[in-house]
């Protein structure tokens, strides 16, 4: 049976925890930054035909963050978000192993973005590459 | 006592006296000791700890004197402070040497109160606390070696808040209020400089007054054999006597701590760039070392969790058990004791060689 005491002392810790509660949101909220608008990113000009010899990488902003495009030796582009899936470090191109590589702990991804050796547990995230005259244009995956 | 002016020491101390229980404290002072043996060599280490720590605050105000927390201005200020400031390039690799020495020494001393045995009852609370102390200071050196803002701290907090946010549930909101957003950037940089020289200092200054207080009360950890045979105890006065060694190892160790500096000085790198690929070679601190080398070895998977997940989460098993410790091992049980003081030569040994191979590979 609830007695008078049982209540006040529910009635008072109730009270005692919201107030806590009402001390500490706006402080954790206040830790958590807001997060910033992306920018509505649909195509970048990543290079041009004539700035990447075949068997060459770039990094390139795409939006906020880095990405990465690799001609590949038979000319052809292929486009990556350059953060590797281990432990976000930045990749960049091997030319002389033809992959992509994370020097933070040698992981190697295939010029499709496969991971094929070292830790990297996913593949990159791929982008779309559309040719227009000697530009070369980044898109999302549509 | 004389309260003439022709002694003023003596009548400063009369001043004090009058108001404070100068007395109590001079026989509390009196009757400190500290156990002599062959183990007591390890006892002056946790002092040494707390001297480079207070070197620690001294140079770290001095460098806030010049250092400019943000992405924009941190590489040059740093900068500016090696190559311009008298002296600068020498508070700076002071600053750092007793950072890497700092935590060299708490490790010595965790390890030597470990295989003393003198975490038991009634000293778990000094051993938990002692524990707390060393996760900061590791705090400090991960929120420290970001500030100069340069490529190799860039990746390796990169690395590090990543590892953070592996952790189920609180990872990913931690690591988002670590980073002040999804990734490193120049957001970043104010949150590691607010906690190096504000929460983490406040925080340790707590747990060491706790730590210390506890040892005052409880006193020196003294060897087991002294309770079966009691007439094998030995003390020294604390003070002067051990009081006097401490002070002269601390002298030794800030020699040591200058020849360092000056033939070592700090080095400052590239200015971190975040959209440049990770250069080859990124090391974490050496204390940092072996958990970055462990987690290496991780398989990509362990079964359905993903292999950092799984090399944390064995970490995260031993840490616990470390804390545990005090509550396994009671004294009460043989067996138990082999077992406690076998894991703790275990743990040395892999960590040193963990260590060894991050640092070598």
Same mark, same amino acid.
């Given at each position: 049976?609830?007695?008078?005491?049982?209540?006040?002392?529910?009635?008072?810790?109730?009270?005692?925890?919201?107030?806590?509660?009402?001390?500490?949101?706006?402080?954790?909220?206040?830790?958590?930054?807001?997060?910033?608008?992306?920018?509505?990113?649909?195509?970048?000009?990543?290079?041009?035909?004539?700035?990447?010899?075949?068997?060459?990488?770039?990094?390139?902003?795409?939006?906020?963050?880095?990405?990465?495009?690799?001609?590949?030796?038979?000319?052809?582009?292929?486009?990556?978000?350059?953060?590797?899936?281990?432990?976000?470090?930045?990749?960049?191109?091997?030319?002389?192993?033809?992959?992509?590589?994370?020097?933070?702990?040698?992981?190697?991804?295939?010029?499709?973005?496969?991971?094929?050796?070292?830790?990297?547990?996913?593949?990159?995230?791929?982008?779309?590459?559309? /040719?227009?005259?000697?530009?070369?244009?980044?898109?999302?995956?549509? | 006592?004389?309260?003439?002016?022709?002694?003023?020491?003596?009548?400063?101390?009369?001043?004090?006296?009058?108001?404070?229980?100068?007395?109590?404290?001079?026989?509390?002072?009196?009757?400190?000791?500290?156990?002599?043996?062959?183990?007591?060599?390890?006892?002056?280490?946790?002092?040494?700890?707390?001297?480079?720590?207070?070197?620690?605050?001294?140079?770290?105000? /001095?460098?806030?004197?010049?250092?400019?927390?943000?992405?924009?201005?941190?590489?040059?200020?740093?900068?500016?402070?090696?190559?311009?400031?008298?002296?600068?390039?020498?508070?700076?690799?002071?600053?750092?040497?007793?950072?890497?020495?700092?935590?060299?020494?708490?490790?010595?001393?965790?390890?030597?109160?470990?295989? /003393?045995?003198?975490?038991?009852?009634?000293?778990?609370?000094?051993?938990?606390?002692?524990?707390?102390?060393?996760?900061?200071?590791?705090?400090?050196?991960?929120? $420290?070696?970001?500030?100069?803002?340069?490529?190799?701290?860039?990746?390796?907090?990169?690395?590090?808040?990543?590892?953070?946010?592996?952790?189920?549930?609180?990872?990913?909101?931690? /690591?988002?209020?670590?980073?002040? $957003?999804?990734?490193?950037?120049?957001?970043?940089?104010?949150?590691?400089?607010?906690?190096?020289?504000?929460?983490?200092?406040? @925080?340790?200054?707590?747990?060491?007054?706790?730590?210390?207080?506890?040892?005052?009360?409880?006193?020196?950890?003294?060897?087991?054999?002294?309770?079966?045979?009691?007439?094998?105890?030995?003390?020294?006065?604390?003070?002067?006597?051990?009081?006097?060694?401490?002070?002269?190892?601390? @002298?030794?160790?800030?020699?040591?701590?200058?020849?360092?500096?000056?033939?070592?000085?700090?080095?400052?790198?590239?200015?971190?760039?975040?959209?440049?690929?990770?250069?080859? $070679?990124?090391?974490?601190?050496?204390?940092?070392?072996?958990?970055?080398?462990?987690?290496?070895?991780?398989?990509?998977?362990?079964?359905?969790?993903?292999?950092?997940?799984?090399?944390?989460?064995?970490?995260?098993?031993?840490?616990?058990?470390?804390?545990?410790?005090?509550?396994?091992?009671?004294?009460?049980?043989?067996?138990?004791?082999?077992?406690?003081?076998?894991?703790?030569?275990?743990?040395?040994?892999?960590?040193?060689?963990?260590?060894?191979?991050?640092?070598?590979?």
């Amino acid at each position: 049976m609830l007695d008078r005491r049982r209540i006040l002392n529910w009635l008072l810790g109730g009270s005692a925890f919201a107030w806590a509660g009402s001390v500490l949101h706006p402080v954790i909220r206040f830790l958590m930054p807001p997060p910033e608008q992306e920018a509505a990113v649909s195509a970048v000009k990543a290079t041009t035909l004539t700035e990447m010899t075949p068997n060459s990488g770039k990094i390139f902003k795409f939006g906020r963050k880095p990405a990465l495009i690799v001609r590949r030796s038979d000319g052809t582009f292929t486009a990556f978000m350059a953060k590797c899936t281990h432990l976000d470090c930045i990749v960049q191109y091997r030319e002389d192993k033809e992959r992509i590589w994370c020097a933070c702990h040698d992981g190697f991804y295939d010029l499709n973005g496969t991971n094929v050796s070292g830790p990297p547990p996913r593949p990159l995230d791929a982008l779309e590459v559309h /040719m227009q005259g000697d530009d070369v244009y980044v898109t999302r995956k549509s | 006592m004389s309260t003439s002016p022709e002694n003023p020491d003596r009548a400063i101390l009369a001043w004090a006296k009058d108001r404070y229980p100068i007395a109590k404290f001079a026989e509390w002072a009196e009757h400190k000791t500290v156990p002599v043996g062959p183990n007591a060599f390890w006892y002056y280490f946790g002092g040494i700890t707390l001297f480079l720590f207070l070197i620690q605050v001294g140079t770290g105000i /001095m460098l806030m004197f010049y250092y400019k927390g943000s992405a924009d201005t941190a590489f040059a200020s740093v900068r500016f402070i090696s190559a311009k400031v008298p002296f600068g390039w020498l508070i700076r690799s002071v600053h750092a040497w007793s950072a890497n020495l700092m935590i060299f020494f708490a490790f010595i001393h965790m390890f030597s109160v470990f295989f /003393m045995r003198a975490y038991r009852k009634p000293r778990e609370l000094t051993w938990l606390s002692g524990i707390v102390m060393l996760a900061l200071l590791l705090g400090f050196g991960f929120s $420290g070696y970001l500030l100069p803002w340069n490529e190799l701290a860039f990746f390796a907090t990169k690395v590090g808040t990543d590892i953070i946010g592996v952790i189920p549930l609180i990872g990913e909101p931690l /690591m988002y209020v670590l980073r002040g $957003g999804e990734e490193v950037t120049g957001s970043t940089l104010p949150r590691f400089f607010a906690l190096h020289v504000a929460l983490f200092p406040a @925080l340790l200054t707590i747990f060491i007054v706790a730590h210390l207080f506890f040892i005052q009360l409880q006193g020196i950890h003294e060897p087991d054999e002294w309770q079966e045979q009691p007439e094998k105890r030995k003390t020294m006065p604390f003070f002067p006597h051990f009081f006097m060694r401490e002070l002269l190892l601390w @002298l030794v160790v800030l020699n040591i701590l200058a020849v360092l500096a000056v033939f070592f000085p700090a080095e400052l790198g590239v200015e971190a760039d975040p959209f440049s690929p990770a250069p080859a $070679g990124i090391k974490p601190e050496w204390y940092f070392l072996a958990t970055f080398e462990f987690l290496k070895y991780m398989p990509a998977h362990v079964g359905p969790i993903e292999g950092e997940q799984f090399g944390l989460l064995l970490i995260s098993i031993g840490f616990v058990a470390w804390c545990l410790v005090p509550w396994i091992d009671r004294g009460r049980n043989r067996t138990v004791t082999t077992i406690v003081m076998a894991a703790g030569v275990t743990i040395l040994v892999f960590l040193s060689i963990m260590t060894y191979l991050g640092h070598s590979v």
